[in-house]
């Protein structure tokens, strides 16, 4: 008897999992509301510009108001990081129909709820739409710069990408595999 799957195959149409288009999804909406909860939180309870010590001077909040992008860089061109952040929101949600893989479906889920967590922050916030500025707070001991939850979820997801990558796992789930003629340590596929 046959294993249910949760893949759909039409005549012509590429298979979709379902349950890589919700692990995407919850990933994305935990990341999304997880983002702007603190971020909430961070403009009722601390001061612009005061830092409080969480661990020390390990980890500290400093609430600062974001008008680039990492590192402050791009200030006067916020409106150009709304646009790109809105293209990489819709090319994710037109390409995760092709995402088979529940590691790169994580992937793109943590991508996704960050860079709309962000987004929103430039649709959104002061000074105005399209140019609002994005709220950082959080700061770790000798790294350069201070950031939130949905910059650790985009940093996170580049990070697991080069994984997958560098293990040659594909959208699918499958693995790539390497030519014989180039890496002698690969032992030979089964085709059966």
């Given at each position: 008897?046959?294993?249910?799957?949760?893949?759909?195959?039409?005549?012509?149409?590429?298979?979709?999992?379902?349950?890589?288009?919700?692990?995407?999804?919850?990933?994305?909406?935990?990341?999304?509301?997880?983002?702007?909860?603190?971020?909430?939180?961070?403009?009722?309870?601390?001061?612009?510009?005061v830092t409080v010590d969480?661990?020390?001077?390990?980890?500290?909040?400093?609430?600062?108001?974001?008008?680039?992008?990492?590192?402050?860089?791009?200030?006067?061109?916020?409106?150009?990081?709304?646009?790109?952040?809105?293209?990489?929101?819709?090319?994710?949600?037109?390409?995760?129909?092709?995402?088979?893989?529940?590691?790169?479906?994580?992937?793109?889920?943590?991508?996704?709820?960050?860079?709309?967590?962000?987004?929103?922050?430039?649709?959104?916030?002061?000074?105005?739409?399209?140019?609002?500025?994005?709220?950082?707070?959080?700061?770790?001991?000798?790294?350069?710069?201070?950031?939130?939850?949905?910059?650790?979820?985009?940093?996170?997801?580049?990070?697991?990408?080069?994984?997958?990558?560098?293990?040659?796992?594909?959208?699918?789930?499958?693995?790539?595999?390497?030519?014989?003629?180039?890496?002698?340590?690969?032992?030979?596929?089964?085709?059966?």
């Open positions: 008897m046959p294993e249910p799957t949760d893949t759909v195959t039409t005549a012509g149409k590429a298979r979709v999992s379902y349950r890589a288009l919700a692990i995407l999804a919850v990933v994305a909406v935990c990341v999304y509301l997880l983002d702007q909860v603190s971020k909430f939180l961070v403009i009722e309870n601390l001061t612009e510009g969480v661990i020390g001077e390990f980890l500290r909040f400093t609430f600062v108001r974001n008008p680039g992008a990492a590192f402050s860089i791009g200030t006067g061109s916020t409106w150009i990081f709304a646009i790109l952040a809105s293209a990489v929101a819709v090319f994710i949600l037109v390409f995760a129909r092709r995402i088979r893989s529940l590691a790169w479906a994580g992937l793109f889920g943590l991508l996704l709820g960050g860079n709309l967590g962000n987004l929103t922050d430039r649709l959104l916030r002061e000074p105005g739409f399209g140019t609002g500025h994005v709220i950082d707070f959080i700061q770790v001991y000798l790294f350069p710069a201070i950031f939130n939850i949905a910059d650790i979820a985009i940093v996170s997801s580049m990070g697991l990408f080069i994984i997958l990558t560098i293990r040659g796992v594909q959208l699918d789930g499958t693995r790539a595999v390497r030519d014989k003629k180039h890496d002698d340590a690969v032992e030979p596929v089964d085709p059966a």
